[in-house]
């Protein structure tokens, strides 16, 4: 495993003795000395949805349990985009009417098995409106769409292939939006060395590197996502992880200008914003009525990561994963106005069938 090696410094006070000692990156935590105020949040202000979470497990036996974690938070509705199709997205939303109905809202995944062969889109299209009819209120699009999908044929499946037009089509007709995670962050393309934001994540989890053409080119996947986008106007689709531009907030704004169909949600790039809390604040201000409250991982305590960054002042904090982040993080101290809408009058708005009692004005 390769290191990144630190020269420290330590200065006796006696006699001016450097010592010289290396230690790697991992090693390197060394603790803040700065003293300013502190807010640790961990409630949001308001009542929120989370757009992006996932539940493999939703049963009416697993529900008690998330209630209680979502109160705490005070998380009033959890999107759970992993809700399959057919039987098991039956008996998910079945799940959540007997035991919870106000609390979780269920999106349908695609099988993406057999593309190329007869009838397949058709059939497709027909189990999503099936879906639809079972519950389902949104439709997920994994990264495989981009990666791994291929057709029958062994060929890559590309995220605006024109088999899969029917599908984002039907989604516009029923009024559902598509969450979409396309490709990675950019990094993971670009050589694994001292200048990589993020060699400590390829170095700890090297099966996520890509040679520069796998399967395609960053920008490519990217591109293909925007086509579709585009192609499907009367269709809302909500871009992943800010669309893979959370470290380009002026790249972002532009493609939110030219596609008035897409949303952003922030799930797992909160540091990004972090480590810009001027110019989060003026693009979230800008962007407000674009931008949904999203986390992916479902670890209840690093919400609060997410809320101080959203809603204090609080500087130079840290982020919980130092392979993601090895910096620390700054609050924006979003207004009210702008929090509401962030944290459910968007999703409010874009996601079918939330019950709206509950949420404040
Ligand atoms: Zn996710």
Redesign the pocket.
């Known amino acids: 495993m390769k290191k990144i090696s630190f020269i420290i410094l330590f200065f006796c006070t006696a006699s001016v003795v450097a010592q010289q000692k290396s230690m790697n990156f991992e090693q390197y935590d060394p603790v803040s000395t700065l003293k300013v105020p502190e807010h640790i949040v961990t409630r949001a202000k308001f009542p929120f949805i989370d757009v ?3 539940q493999w497990n939703l049963s009416e036996q697993a529900i008690p349990g998330l209630l209680t974690a979502m109160d705490k938070l005070n998380m009033a509705v959890m999107v759970n ?1 992993s809700g399959g199709n057919g039987s098991r997205l039956r008996e998910m939303t079945q799940s959540v009417r007997n035991k919870a109905p106000k609390r979780f809202i269920v999106f349908a995944n695609i099988d993406f098995n057999g593309i190329g062969e007869a009838g397949w889109t058709a059939n497709a299209v027909k189990q999503l409106e099936a879906d639809v009819k079972n519950g389902a209120n949104g439709l ?1 699009i ?1 990264k495989n769409l981009g990666f791994s999908v291929t057709d029958k044929g062994g060929k890559r499946v590309a995220i605006d292939d024109p088999r899969l037009d029917a599908i984002w089509g039907k989604c516009g007709e029923l009024h559902i939006p598509v969450l979409i ?1 396309t490709a990675d962050p950019k990094p993971f393309w670009d050589p694994v060395d001292e200048h990589n934001e993020r060699w400590l994540e390829l170095v700890t989890h090297p099966r996520r590197k890509r040679e520069a053409n796998d399967p395609e080119p960053w920008e490519e996947l990217i591109a293909e996502q925007h086509r579709m986008f585009k192609k499907h106007p009367s269709t809302t689709f909500i871009a ?2 800010f669309g893979w531009y959370p470290n380009d907030l002026g790249k972002l704004g532009s493609l939110l200008n030219e596609m008035p169909n897409m949303m952003i949600e922030f ?2 790039v909160i540091a990004e914003l972090g480590r810009q809390p001027r110019a989060a604040k003026q693009f979230f201000e800008q962007y407000q009525n674009r931008i949904m409250f ?1 986390k ?2 479902w670890v209840p305590d690093e919400y609060s990561t997410y809320f101080r960054v959203l809603e204090t002042e609080d500087e130079y904090f840290p982020y919980h994963k130092k392979y993601h982040a090895f910096w620390r993080i700054y609050g924006m101290g979003l207004s009210d106005a702008v929090l509401k809408k962030i944290y459910y009058k968007n999703a409010l708005r874009i996601i079918p069938n939330i019950d709206k009692t509950g949420f404040p004005d």
């Open positions: 992006h979470n996932h985009l997920k994994f995670h992943a992880h799930g797992a999203g992916d991982s």
